[in-house]
T-cell receptor, first 113, second 115 residues
Framework: KNQVEQSPQSLIILEGKNCTLQ??????????LRWYKQDTGRGPVSLTI?????NTKSNGRYTATLDADTKQSSLHITASQLSDSASYIC????????????FGKGTKLSVIP | GAGVSQSPRYKVAKRGQDVALRCDPI?????LFWYQQALGQGPEFLTY????????KSGLPSDRFFAERPEGSVSTLKIQRTQQEDSAVYLC?????????????FGPGTRLTVL
């Protein structure tokens, strides 16, 4: 069964600090990997999309990495802000014409002053 | 509107009632998805439309769940004879063009509570 595992489940950091969130997946075949940010009570918002040929992609203070060989991805947040407090969800598309996405359970990030 | 909208935002139903959840995708978006998100979990795929055609309904948990998009724009997810396990947030997302590579834009969701 296709699975996406994220760690840690939750994380608390001080404002201004950096953090890295992890994602491991067993989805096969693989087409692309996405990171979403979901604020409480809102729908997820796309941060990055990476195909198997891309190993890093940035979106402002967010940088995602992908190692398609080890099936791992990370999301690095630089100089965190209070508004970064949200759940970050790793999502994998299995490709081969599939449009189904497999979502991880997310990492709940809390940035405190 | 500029984004995906869903209505109602909150719905409370008594067990056994039928409910209908509406999704207005971004204008012109070909692809539309429905997801179910239980508390503390990631969204789970329910069904996918390309224009008015329902190309995949493999994620619908039972035959009590039915979705339609008759004119290729607005979509409705209907749940018949609701059960307590149907309580969740139902998210709708739309994307332009082929769904495999395009960003999905999510609505705010409808929180369904079945008593």
């Amino acid at each position: 069964k296709n699975q996406v595992e994220q760690s840690p489940q939750s994380l608390i950091i001080l404002e201004g600090k950096n953090c890295t969130l992890q994602c491991n997946y067993t989805v096969s075949p693989f087409s692309n990997l996405r990171w979403y940010k979901q604020d409480t009570g809102r729908g997820p918002v796309s941060l990055t999309i990476m195909t198997f040929s891309e190993n890093t992609k940035s979106n402002g203070r967010y940088t995602a990495t992908l190692d398609a060989d080890t099936k791992q991805s990370s999301l690095h947040i630089t100089a965190s802000q209070l508004s970064d407090s949200a759940s970050y969800i790793c999502v994998v598309n299995s490709g081969a014409g599939s449009y189904q996405l497999t979502f991880g359970k997310g990492t709940k990030l809390s940035v405190i002053p | 509107g500029a984004g995906v909208s869903q209505s109602p935002r909150y719905k409370v139903a008594k067990r056994g009632q039928d409910v209908a959840l509406r999704c207005d995708p971004i204008s012109g978006h070909v692809s539309l998805f429905w997801y179910q998100q239980a508390l503390g979990q990631g969204p789970e795929f329910l069904t996918y439309f390309q224009n008015e055609a329902q190309l995949d309904k493999s994620g619908l948990p039972s035959d009590r769940f039915f979705a339609e998009r008759p004119e290729g724009s607005v979509s409705t997810l209907k749940i018949q004879r609701t059960q307590q396990e149907d309580s969740a947030v139902y998210l709708c997302a739309s994307s332009s063009g082929l769904a495999r590579f395009n960003t999905q834009y999510f609505g705010p969701g409808t929180r369904l509570t079945v008593l």
